[in-house]
C-alpha cells in the first residue's frame, strides 16, 4: 500500500508562489506515474498536472501551463508542484495522487487510473 501526503498549502496573495509538496510511504513510488489534481468548492475534481515514472515526461492542464511545473525525487519517494503567478481561481483543495501500473510513460490526465490518493492540502489565493 502506498500512502501519501501533502503539505505546502496556505494562503497566497494573487501573483505569488507556493511549492507542494507530496510525500510517499509503504513503498517506493519510483516506478509510478504521479498527478496532481484539485477540487474547488462546489466543482468536480480536476486535472493539474502529472509526471512520469523517471520525471522526463510531464503533462499539465491548460489553465496552469506556464505558471506550474511538477517534478518528482525519486531519492526522497516526494513529488512536488511549483505553482507561481497564483490567480484567485487557483484556489482549491490540491491533492497528489499515484497511478497503479509501472514504468508509464505518459501520464495520464484521467482522474480514474489514479488508485492511491493523499488527504489535500488547501491553497487559497486572494486577489
Known amino acids: 500500500q502506498v500512502q501519501l501526503v501533502e503539505s505546502g498549502g496556505g494562503l497566497v496573495q494573487a501573483g505569488g508562489s507556493l511549492r507542494l509538496s507530496c510525500a510517499a510511504s509503504?513503498?517506493?513510488?519510483?516506478?509510478?506515474?504521479m498527478g496532481w489534481f484539485r477540487q474547488a468548492p462546489g466543482m468536480e475534481r480536476e486535472f493539474v498536472a502529472a509526471?512520469?515514472?523517471?520525471?522526463?515526461?510531464?503533462d499539465y492542464a491548460d489553465s496552469v501551463m506556464g505558471r506550474f511545473t511538477v517534478s518528482r525525487d525519486s531519492a526522497e519517494n516526494t513529488v512536488y508542484l511549483q505553482m507561481n503567478s497564483l490567480k484567485p481561481e487557483d484556489t482549491a483543495l490540491y491533492y497528489c495522487?499515484?497511478?497503479?501500473?509501472?514504468?508509464?510513460?505518459?501520464?495520464?490526465?484521467?482522474?480514474?487510473?489514479?488508485?492511491?490518493w493523499g488527504q489535500g492540502t488547501h491553497v487559497t489565493v486572494s486577489s
Open positions: 495522487a499515484a497511478d497503479s501500473r509501472f514504468w508509464v510513460d505518459v501520464p495520464t490526465k484521467e482522474l480514474a487510473r489514479y488508485d492511491y
Open positions: 509503504g513503498r517506493t513510488v519510483s516506478r509510478n506515474a
Open positions: 509526471v512520469n515514472w523517471s520525471g522526463g515526461r510531464a
